[in-house]
């Protein structure tokens, strides 16, 4: 069964403090993860795709890498405006979302 | 370019109840997703549409849920009736799909159900 796990669950950052989110996955036949973001009271907005071991992706302060296991989100010099839930997806045959982590980034 | 197009943002209703939802996709979009969300989780998928055919609806409670696509555009999501359980967000996702060499999902702003 493809599982798809994250970790922590939830992160509390200083503005400027930089971290990295998780996503670890058990999928066989991978065909994409993706990232996403949700506001509260909002739908999750895309950010990344990644296909292939060793990809990676960037997004003004974001950075997307992947492995065959996990995926990790590289959040570099986070500011207030970043603090919101992170979704990251993958897709075999339909797409399987993990729970998210839910980052405040504080002033 | 107008994004995917969602409503009712909010429903209260009482068990027992129907409710439907809608959904406008993004134009040329063929693949629409119907999602349900329950608080600090993520989006769980209902059905997926390419075009008018559901092409999987095997996480969808078809004793009381159901779901339509007419023309291929606009899609409808049912509760009848409505339970407890049911109360969450409803997500609607659209893309241009696979054939055309891309799947990402563009979600909506989702309908907050709340089942009394």
């Known amino acids: 069964e493809d599982q798809v796990t994250q970790s922590p669950e939830a992160l509390r950052l200083q503005e400027g403090e930089s971290s990295s989110l998780n996503c670890s996955y058990t999928?066989?036949?991978?065909?994409?993860l993706f990232w996403y973001r949700q506001d509260p009271g909002k739908g999750p907005e895309f950010l990344f795709t990644?296909?292939?071991a060793g990809e990676e992706k960037e997004k003004e302060r974001l950075k997307a890498t992947l492995t065959k296991k996990e995926s990790f989100l590289h959040i570099t010099a986070p500011k207030p405006e970043d603090s919101a839930t992170y979704l990251c997806?993958?897709?075999?045959?339909?797409?399987?979302f993990g729970p998210g982590t839910r980052l405040s980034v504080l002033p | 370019e107008a994004g995917v197009v969602q409503s009712p943002r909010y429903k209260i209703i009482e068990k027992k109840q129907p409710v439907a939802f809608w959904c406008n996709p993004i134009?040329?979009?063929?693949?629409l997703y119907w999602y349900l969300q329950n608080l600090g989780q993520g989006p769980e998928l209902l059905i997926r549409?390419?075009?008018?055919?559901?092409?999987?609806d095997s996480q969808l409670p078809k004793d009381r849920f159901s779901a339509e696509r007419l023309k291929g555009v606009d899609s409808t999501l049912k509760i009848q009736p409505a339970e407890l359980g049911d109360s969450a967000v409803y997500l609607c996702?659209?893309?241009?799909?696979?054939?055309?060499?891309?799947?990402?999902?563009?979600f909506g702003p989702g309908t907050r159900l709340t089942v009394l």
């Open positions: 999928v066989s036949g991978l065909r994409g």
């Open positions: 997806a993958v897709r075999r045959q339909n797409f399987v």
């Open positions: 990644l296909y292939s």
């Open positions: 134009s040329g979009h063929n693949t």
């Open positions: 549409y390419e075009n008018e055919e559901a092409v999987d």
């Open positions: 996702a659209s893309s241009l799909g696979i054939l055309a060499g891309t799947d990402t999902q563009y």
